[in-house]
């Protein structure tokens, strides 16, 4: 089986190369996948002939994949191993649940995106659940923290423009945290503002020394992201270190 490279500008260009046994790539490589997915399916080389793991499993299903998954999930692999090298922080995303992947996916393909349209937000009809093997050390931002801790850390800051987070997480409303964070990102320009002001803060260290690693990792991010509104989010979400 042969996995398919995903050229994103976060990747490196010797990490999978050298996984390969190849020289450093031209471009930065980001993720080898191992899947059926069609927006890259692996190669499989079976009796000297090379097929696409999706055209397999469409042409033999239950010798592809066994009657308990075919009976269970249909006609398809329902799971994509990813090797993921990441050399910059991630940009920030937000998984759909199986709902919301269907209508999202239905309604993008009914206007005519194509799979790899860069306008598309749904690329199959799946939900993203992920389970994480670190291989290196490994910082990820996962889910929103209990929300007091997040009071104290933005609060700390001292950031007049983080009102409008400050408040309901002293409240403890999540519902208004969501739609505050909603509003971030959906005006650039007052959400970019307040990143800097926030990255210059964390640089400064201002607020309880508990937090040191989320400032010091808001403060990485925008180096990687100047004036992107998820620095400011990044700082409501767990700090994970994976070994």
Not at 21 to 29: L, M, R, T, V
Not at 100 to 109: C, K, L, S, V
Not at 119 to 141: G, Q, W, Y
Request: charge should be negative; aromatic fraction near 4%; include cysteine.
């Amino acid at each position: 089986i042969e996995g398919v490279t995903k050229n994103y500008d976060w990747g490196s260009d010797s990490q999978l190369s050298g996984l390969r046994g190849e020289a450093p790539s031209a471009e930065p490589e980001a993720e080898l996948w191992f899947g059926a997915h069609l927006g890259g399916p692996a190669l499989l080389e079976r009796e000297g002939q090379s097929m696409d793991l999706a055209r397999r499993i469409a042409d033999e299903p239950e010798d592809s994949l066994g009657q308990e998954v075919l009976s269970q999930f249909g006609p398809r692999l329902p799971f994509l191993v990813k090797i993921l090298t990441a050399e910059q922080p991630l940009s920030l995303q937000a998984h759909p649940n199986l709902e919301q992947a269907r209508i999202g996916y239905d309604r993008e393909n009914a206007i005519g995106l194509s799979i790899n349209d860069e306008r598309r937000s749904f690329r199959d009809r799946n939900h993203k659940p992920e389970l994480i093997c670190a291989l290196t050390p490994f910082v990820a931002l996962s889910g929103f923290r209990e929300l007091a801790l997040s009071h104290e850390l933005l609060a700390g800051l001292d950031v007049p423009g983080l009102d409008c987070l400050v408040a309901p997480l002293a409240a403890n409303d999540m519902t208004s945290v969501i739609v505050a964070v909603g509003d971030l990102l959906a005006h650039p320009e007052r959400g970019r503002r307040l990143a800097l002001q926030v990255a210059e803060a964390c640089a400064a260290d201002r607020g309880p020394d508990a937090f040191a690693a989320e400032r010091a990792e808001a403060v990485n991010i925008a180096k990687a992201w100047p004036g992107d509104p998820g620095v400011t989010v990044a700082l409501l979400l767990n700090l994970v270190v994976l070994s």
